[in-house]
């Protein structure tokens, strides 16, 4: 399971090596989450590329900053749950690395988003909270998203809380959205396309990726 799921990982960052996003599109960068989104028809008038690697970590989407962050307008970033130690057993299953704390994620975290400043340093760049899972693990969850809003702050970036349209009564990812507590199905990407459509209707798309951002932490 561990080797297919590396292979397909390889499969997609080669086509991504092919397959220069063009300047001033917007990227969607992250894991199985974001890679899952048919994003061309949500938002069917946005130029935008789905960069989203099933599996991957916040140090997998550093190494690959060179063929996913090329002169964007904007940059729309979910990473971390790959990284968590949960205590779930299935997930050891999955795991290619250990898995790392709240902390140690936000670090790395921390050294991924500068790196995306220093490659777009023009570019609206939109950090959003790791979405909930299991219940069990919305502590450590909550941990790590409040040092996300904290870089989100430092890097100008601005923070986006998926947790109020995502989450139900008990903290994990509401029943409805979901088949697997991690993993969206359709209504999961709708409640999600609803808290980001603001968001990317608010971009100015026309000013090109050169031109002045403007971030906030909210």
């Not at 008038?45 to 989407?61: E, K, Q, S, W, Y």
């Not at 941990?143 to 139900?168: H, S």
């Not at 990812?173 to 979901?178: D, S």
Request: with cysteine; net charge negative; aromatic share 6%.
């Amino acid at each position: 399971m561990i080797t297919a799921i590396a292979d397909q990982m390889t499969l997609r960052a080669t086509q991504f090596a092919e397959l220069v996003p063009p300047p001033g599109c917007v990227v969607l960068l992250g894991d199985s989450i974001t890679e899952g989104g048919l994003w061309h028809e949500w938002f069917p008038d946005v130029p935008l590329v789905n960069r989203g690697i099933g599996g991957n970590t916040v140090a997998d989407v550093l190494a690959r900053l060179d063929t996913a962050v090329v002169d964007p307008a904007a940059i729309f970033l979910l990473i971390g749950t790959n990284d968590l130690e949960t205590g779930l057993a299935k997930d050891q299953v999955f795991a290619r690395r250990p898995r790392l704390t709240p902390g140690q994620i936000a670090e790395g975290m921390r050294h991924l988003v500068s790196a995306i400043r220093e490659r777009a340093p023009h570019a609206d760049l939109f950090i959003q909270s790791v979405m909930p899972r299991e219940p069990e693990v919305a502590g450590r969850l909550h941990e790590l998203n409040a040092a996300y809003r904290e870089i989100a702050k430092d890097a100008d970036a601005t923070y986006i809380d998926l947790w109020p349209a995502l989450a139900d009564e008990t903290d994990g990812l509401r029943p409805a959205f979901t088949v697997d507590s991690l993993h969206l199905n359709g209504a999961g990407y709708a409640a999600w396309v609803e808290v980001l459509r603001p968001y990317v209707d608010g971009l100015d798309l026309g000013r090109g990726s050169g031109g002045e951002r403007s971030g906030s932490a909210v």
